[in-house]
C-alpha cells in the first residue's frame, strides 16, 4: 500500500462522490456556529423550505458580539443584540444545541470544540470561521468557510471541495525557555509569508511540534490561515488522547479504546511524500513581535523596525512603507524601545487555561505599568472558572488587569472592546491588520509572557532577560 | 445565483498586496443579518485619510472608476477572516470580476459561491493592466468565461484557469445546494457505512 500523509488517510475517508474534474462531495461530521457568518445561511436554508440534515452534529455559540462586562442585563448594542437573538431563535426553530450567553460553557467558538470533547481525531469540522483551522491539533481536518457554505453543510452534512496540497513544516530542537508556540508560528509566517500556504494544508512535524502540549498545539494550528493555509494538522498521540478523554462529548468507555485504536492509524506514514517542506530550528526562534499590519511582518523582539528600503523587491517595500506610516514607527528603531498603550490577553489563539496560567506567572508580584491599560479575556466559561478557582483572576487584578468575561472581545472589536485612534496594543491575538482591534489602532501580536512583560514595562521586553 | 458567461466593463485600480477581509468590509457591517447593504462599508476605512478628507489615490474617490464591474488588484487578495460579507460588498457595489496575481482561498471559493468571477492572471499581466488602467480614462476589458480569456482593447488575449466544475456553476448559475441535494442516496449510503466504521463519530448532540 502506497505511504499516505495524515491528510490523505483523512481526506480519503470522507470522500462521498467525486467530480470528472476532482470536485470531491466531502463529508463533514462536526459543524461549529457563530452568530456573525450565520443569519444569512439559515435565512437562505428556511427560504428554501430546507431542513438541516443532522442537526445533532452542529453546535452554536454567540461569540463575537458578546460584551465581556456584566452580561445580567443583556447586550446594550440593540444591532449586536438582534444578531445573537437571531442565532437562539435559528437553533430553537432547527433543532440546534446553542450555549447562550450566560450558559458557563459559552465561550470562544474555537476553545469550546476541544473543550467539550466536540473536536475528535481524523473528524472533518468547519465553522463559517477562518480559525477553524484550531482543531487541526487534533488531527482533524478543519478548516474555514463562508455563509453560503455554512448552509451548503446545514443541508447536506457535506461540502464541495478541491483537494488541497499538502506542506510539512519541520521544527526541529527545544524551543528556549520563554518561548511558546506562539512564537514558534510567528517565525513560520515570517519565513513562508502570508501567503506561503496558500491552497495547502500544513502539517507540523518534529521534535519541537511533539513536545508541546494540546493548547501549544491548537495556537499553532490557530494561526495557519495567517500562514495563508486554510487548515494546519498535528498527529494525534498519547497528549491528544488524554486531553479527550472524560470530556462531556467525548466518546466513553469501550467506544473511546476502540476509537483510540482507529486514531492511532491517522499519523503520516513513514515515506509518505508532501507537496512542500519547510524546515526551521526551534532553537533559533526569539520571542517574536509584529512590526507591520500583516502577521508576517514579523521580527524577534532583539531586532529593530526595518528599514523598507532594504526591502527585497518593490512590492514588498512599498507594503512596508504603508505598514509603517499606519503604524507610526521609524525604520531602525529597536523593538524594545516601542511603548505600549493597552495590552490584550485573549482570542481564540491564546486564551485557554495553559495560557492564563504561563501569563499568571510572569504577572505574580509586578504591577501593570500606569500608562498601560491591560486586560484578560479568558476563552470561556469554564476557563474562566479553572482560573478562579486557581487564584489566576485575583493574581491579575492585582497587578492591574481587567478580568473580563469570555468572548472574542478586542481580537476583533466587534462588541464593546475596542482600540482609540492612535491607540497600540500587544495583543496575543492572531491579526495585526489595519482597524482590526479598532479604526486607527496599532496591534503588536505576542505571545502571553511577552505580552505580561509589555505590560508591566509599558514597552516590549525580551522576555529572555526579564527578572 | 445570477450566471457569469462575458462581461465587458471599467477597471478599478486596487494596488495594494495582502488586501485582508477587514479592508473590504470593517467588522461594523457584520452584524447585518442580511446580504444587502453592505456597499457603504466597502473599503470604509481606506476612504478618508487621517486628516479627515477624502483620499484620492482609492479608486471610490474617482469619479473616472464610477460603474467599474471588474476591480484590478495585487497578490493574496482577500486574506484573513471568511466573512462572505467581502463578496458581497464588492457585488452590491457592482463588481462581477476580480483580476490578481492570486486570492487566499477562503474568499476565492466565497466568490464563486456569489456569482463574481476571480480570475488569476500572472504578475507581468496584472502589471501590465495596471499601467494601461492608469495611462487610459475608461479602460475596459471584456471576460469571457466559456473561453477562459480577458481581452483588452487592444486585443491583446490573456488566458486564465478555472476548475471546471466551478466553471459550469457560473455558466450556468447553478445552486450547488441543489446540486449536492441530487446525490442524498449517496450521501445516507456513506453514512451507514460509516457508523459501523466509525460509531464514535454518530451520537449526535
Ligand atoms: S477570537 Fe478573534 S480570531 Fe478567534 S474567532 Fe474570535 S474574532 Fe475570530
Redesign the pocket.
Known amino acids: 500500500m502506497a505511504a499516505k500523509t495524515m491528510f490523505e488517510k483523512i481526506w480519503e475517508s470522507h470522500v462521498v462522490r467525486e467530480e470528472a474534474d476532482g470536485t470531491t462531495l466531502l463529508y463533514i461530521d462536526r459543524h461549529l456556529v457563530?452568530e456573525v457568518t450565520s443569519p444569512q445561511a439559515f435565512q437562505g436554508l428556511k427560504l428554501a423550505g430546507r431542513r438541516p440534515r443532522r442537526p445533532g452534529a452542529t453546535l452554536a455559540v454567540p461569540?463575537?458580539n458578546v460584551p465581556t462586562t456584566d452580561r445580567r442585563f443583556g447586550i446594550s448594542d440593540p444591532v449586536s443584540a438582534k444578531q445573537v437573538k437571531t442565532l437562539e431563535q435559528n437553533c430553537k426553530d432547527l433543532g440546534i444545541t446553542f450555549f447562550g450567553m450566560n450558559d458557563i460553557r459559552q465561550g470562544?467558538?474555537?476553545v469550546i470544540g476541544p473543550e467539550q470533547g466536540f473536536t475528535l481525531p481524523g473528524m472533518t469540522i468547519v465553522c463559517g470561521?477562518?480559525?477553524t483551522s484550531?482543531h487541526g491539533a487534533f488531527g482533524a481536518l478543519a478548516f474555514g468557510i463562508g455563509t453560503s457554505e455554512v448552509e451548503h453543510v446545514l443541508s447536506t452534512q457535506c461540502l464541495l471541495q478541491k483537494r488541497p496540497k499538502t506542506m510539512e513544516v519541520r521544527v526541529e530542537g527545544a524551543l528556549s525557555r520563554h518561548c511558546s508556540a506562539k512564537d514558534i508560528i510567528l517565525a513560520i509566517i515570517g519565513k513562508i509569508g502570508t501567503a506561503g500556504g496558500t491552497g495547502h494544508v500544513i502539517e507540523y512535524t518534529g521534535g519541537a511540534i511533539r513536545s508541546l502540549t494540546m493548547e501549544g498545539r491548537m495556537t499553532l494550528c490557530?494561526m495557519s490561515i495567517e500562514g495563508g493555509a486554510r487548515a494546519g494538522l498535528v498527529a494525534p498521540d498519547t497528549h491528544t488522547f488524554l486531553y479527550i478523554k472524560d470530556r462531556p462529548l467525548a466518546p466513553k468507555g469501550e467506544l473511546f479504546e476502540r476509537a483510540v485504536r482507529a486514531w492511532m492509524q491517522l499519523t503520516t506514514d513513514p515515506g509518505a511524500k508532501f507537496d512542500q517542506v519547510v524546515e526551521l530550528r526551534a532553537d533559533e526562534i526569539a520571542p517574536q513581535v509584529t512590526w507591520g499590519t500583516s502577521p508576517g511582518m514579523v521580527t524577534g523582539v532583539n531586532g529593530k523596525v526595518p528599514d523598507p528600503r532594504e526591502m527585497p523587491d518593490e512590492k514588498s517595500r512599498k507594503a512596508a512603507e504603508h505598514a509603517l506610516e499606519y503604524m507610526a514607527l521609524t525604520p531602525g528603531t529597536p523593538m524594545t524601545k516601542i511603548k505600549l498603550d493597552r495590552v490584550f490577553i485573549?482570542?481564540?489563539?491564546n486564551?485557554r487555561i495553559e495560557d492564563l496560567r504561563l501569563a499568571a506567572q510572569y504577572v505574580k508580584g509586578k504591577k501593570v505599568a500606569p500608562s498601560v491599560h491591560a486586560m484578560v479575556v479568558p476563552?470561556s466559561g469554564l476557563v474562566k472558572q479553572q482560573a478562579e478557582q486557581e487564584g489566576l483572576d485575583q493574581i491579575f487584578k492585582e497587578a492591574g488587569f481587567e478580568w473580563r468575561e469570555a468572548?472574542?472581545?478586542m481580537?476583533?472589536a466587534?462588541n464593546a472592546d475596542v482600540l482609540q485612534p492612535g491607540e497600540r496594543c500587544a495583543s496575543t491575538?492572531?491579526?495585526n491588520f489595519e482597524g482590526r482591534q479598532g479604526k486607527g489602532g496599532r496591534t503588536h501580536l505576542v505571545s502571553p509572557p511577552m505580552a505580561v512583560a509589555a505590560a508591566v514595562e509599558g514597552h516590549f521586553v525580551d522576555i529572555r532577560y526579564w527578572s | 445565483m445570477q450566471p457569469f458567461t462575458t462581461l465587458t466593463g471599467l477597471v478599478a485600480p486596487l494596488d495594494r498586496v495582502n488586501v485582508d477581509t477587514d479592508q473590504i468590509i470593517p467588522k461594523q457591517f457584520l452584524k447585518t443579518i442580511e446580504r444587502t447593504g453592505l456597499r457603504e462599508g466597502l473599503f470604509l476605512d481606506w476612504r478618508k485619510k487621517q486628516d479627515g478628507t477624502p483620499d484620492p489615490e482609492l479608486f471610490l474617490n474617482q469619479t473616472r472608476y464610477n460603474g467599474a464591474t471588474i476591480l484590478l488588484t495585487r497578490d493574496n487578495f482577500g486574506c484573513g477572516?471568511s466573512r462572505e460579507h467581502a463578496p458581497w460588498a464588492l457585488l452590491d457595489q457592482g463588481f462581477r470580476c476580480l483580476i490578481a496575481p492570486s486570492f487566499a482561498d477562503i474568499f476565492y471559493n466565497n466568490c464563486f459561491l456569489n456569482g463574481i468571477l476571480p480570475v488569476v492572471l500572472n504578475a507581468e499581466e496584472v502589471q501590465a493592466l495596471f499601467q494601461a488602467v492608469r495611462a487610459s480614462e475608461g479602460y475596459q476589458l471584456t471576460v469571457d468565461l466559456a473561453e477562459q480569456t480577458v481581452t483588452t482593447p487592444q486585443k491583446t488575449i490573456y488566458r486564465f484557469d478555472v476548475d471546471p466544475f466551478r466553471k459550469n456553476c457560473l455558466l450556468k448559475g447553478l445552486d450547488s445546494i441543489g446540486l449536492s441535494l441530487q446525490h442524498e442516496p449517496t450521501i445516507a449510503a456513506y453514512e451507514n457505512k460509516r457508523k459501523t466504521e466509525a460509531p464514535w463519530l454518530f451520537p449526535d448532540l
Open positions: 457563530h461569540d463575537h470562544i467558538v474555537h470561521d477562518s480559525h484550531t490557530n485573549g482570542s481564540c489563539t486564551s476563552g468572548g472574542c472581545s481580537c476583533l466587534m491575538s492572531n491579526r | 477572516s
